[in-house]
């Protein structure tokens, strides 16, 4: 077992498990590595001029492969430079008042750039692409504190939902839980990529507040719950309602630490 364990850790590591790899289900699915027991929150920060961030998208796509995309959940916030709408046929708007906050916050000036799990490494919260797997695989193998679970109905126009928290451990600082909505399969120009490029769980926008809903609580012991509603989501005119999924996570207000993240299709 111990053999094992560095094997796995070698070949994560290095970054064997690439397109070319790809076989039926994830790796975990298949019994090549151990399940993952936590989930993790990658959000790529990209734009659709950005010449090098096709590459970035493929590799958040293989570590999904190899993990799972429930248990990696990718977000790709289109921030900065080169995600400013263009001259034709790059002139889509996917940028997002969300978006930039978190990219002001987190200080990325060139793209693409990875936060995973907004845990901050020396000085700063973001990772080149490069590093993306090896974080990815540490922060999956951690202990699972709590459980995050949504519920998202979608009727015309409008999202309602709620996010529960099951305590598995007790919390014992200051929490809060983002809520966002994302869309897959948007056909829109990329930079180095196609002018028919299927854009992926972009983030289309925060439910209510840019940094979440605040915790009525400090202290939560093991075996409690608590939960969030949230109502009345307005998406927007070209928005599809069958792509669209909401992301909740619970992080350390402090840190900003995330603590446990989910993702859930809305049901029409």
Same mark, same amino acid.
């Given at each position: *077992?111990?053999?094992?364990?560095?094997?796995?850790?070698?070949?994560? @590591?290095?970054?064997?498990?690439?397109?070319?790899?790809?076989?039926?289900?994830?790796?975990?699915?298949?019994?090549?590595?151990?399940?993952?027991?936590?989930? $993790?929150?990658?959000?790529?920060?990209?734009?659709?001029?950005? $010449?090098?961030?096709?590459?970035?998208? $493929?590799? @958040?796509?293989?570590?999904? /492969? &190899?993990?799972?995309?429930?248990?990696?959940?990718?977000?790709?916030?289109? @921030?900065?430079?080169?995600?400013?709408?263009?001259?034709?046929?790059?002139?889509?708007?996917?940028?997002?008042?969300?978006?930039?906050?978190?990219?002001?916050?987190?200080?990325?000036?060139?793209?693409?750039?990875?936060?995973?799990?907004?845990?901050? &490494?020396?000085? /700063?919260?973001?990772?080149?692409?490069?590093?993306?797997?090896?974080? $990815?695989?540490?922060?999956?193998?951690?202990?699972?504190? *709590?459980?995050?679970?949504?519920? %998202? #109905?979608?009727?015309?126009?409008?999202? #309602?939902?709620? =996010?529960?928290?099951?305590?598995?451990?007790?919390?014992?600082?200051?929490?809060? =839980?983002?809520?966002? =909505?994302?869309?897959?399969?948007?056909?829109?120009?990329?930079?180095?990529?196609?002018?028919?490029?299927?854009?992926?769980?972009?983030?289309?926008?925060?439910?209510?507040?840019?940094?979440? !809903?605040?915790?009525?609580?400090? &202290?939560?012991?093991?075996?409690?719950?608590?939960?969030?509603?949230?109502?009345? !989501?307005?998406?927007?005119?070209?928005?599809? *309602?069958?792509?669209?999924?909401?992301? %909740?996570?619970? !992080?350390?207000?402090?840190?900003?630490?995330?603590?446990?993240?989910?993702?859930?299709? =809305?049901?029409?």
């Amino acid at each position: *077992m111990k053999i094992f364990k560095i094997l796995f850790t070698i070949i994560i @590591a290095s970054g064997l498990f690439t397109a070319c790899d790809k076989i039926e289900g994830s790796y975990y699915e298949s019994g090549i590595i151990p399940p993952p027991t936590t989930r $993790v929150l990658l959000e790529d920060y990209t734009g659709h001029t950005c $010449v090098a961030c096709p590459s970035a998208h $493929v590799i @958040a796509e293989d570590l999904q /492969n &190899t993990y799972g995309d429930t248990n990696l959940i990718v977000v790709a916030v289109h @921030a900065g430079t080169f995600a400013n709408p263009g001259s034709s046929p790059y002139d889509y708007d996917f940028t997002t008042d969300a978006g930039d906050a978190y990219n002001t916050f987190f200080g990325i000036t060139s793209y693409p750039n990875g936060v995973i799990n907004r845990v901050k &490494t020396g000085n /700063n919260y973001f990772i080149d692409k490069n590093q993306w797997g090896p974080a $990815v695989s540490k922060l999956l193998y951690e202990k699972k504190t *709590m459980e995050v679970t949504i519920e %998202a #109905n979608g009727n015309d126009t409008i999202i #309602n939902g709620s =996010v529960k928290i099951d305590f598995i451990e007790g919390l014992n600082s200051q929490a809060k =839980v983002i809520i966002w =909505v994302t869309e897959d399969h948007i056909i829109k120009p990329q930079l180095n990529g196609a002018l028919d490029y299927e854009h992926n769980h972009v983030l289309r926008g925060a439910v209510e507040h840019t940094w979440g !809903y605040t915790l009525s609580s400090s &202290t939560y012991s093991a075996g409690s719950t608590t939960s969030i509603e949230f109502s009345d !989501y307005r998406i927007g005119e070209d928005w599809v *309602m069958k792509n669209l999924s909401v992301v %909740a996570f619970v !992080y350390d207000d402090e840190t900003k630490r995330v603590i446990q993240v989910n993702k859930a299709h =809305v049901h029409i």
